[in-house]
């Protein structure tokens, strides 16, 4: 998903949109990880970039997507674009020296 979300609308509030911004956003999570894994892989890893456009967008993890999203309410920006690519992954295990 690579997309610039808008912040204006005539009709609809700022925080509405905002709160359909990370209902999409959860929605593709949901979708790429319910795909089936090429072999070898156990789990969805995401690439996630953030920015206020394509050029200034900077790498962030996916579990703070939802806390960027949110903080567009203080800002008077009109639009924002987040970036989302879904790769395979496969886990490593620990040393046992951790356990």
Do not use: Q
Not at 42 to 54: Q, Y
Not at 77 to 98: H, Q, T
Request: charged share 40%; hydrophobic share 30%.
């Amino acid at each position: 998903m690579k997309k610039t979300f808008k912040l204006t609308h005539p009709k609809v509030k700022r925080d509405r949109l905002i709160e359909a911004v990370k209902s999409d956003v959860r929605k593709y999570l949901k979708r790429e990880r319910n795909k089936t894994l090429p072999e070898g892989a156990d789990f969805w890893d995401f690439d996630c970039k953030f920015g206020n456009t394509a050029e200034e967008a900077k790498e962030i993890h996916v579990s703070e997507l939802p806390k960027f999203v949110e903080s567009t309410k203080e800002t008077d920006l009109e639009s924002f674009y987040v970036e989302i690519l879904a790769k395979p992954c496969r886990r490593m295990k620990k040393p046992e020296s951790e356990m």
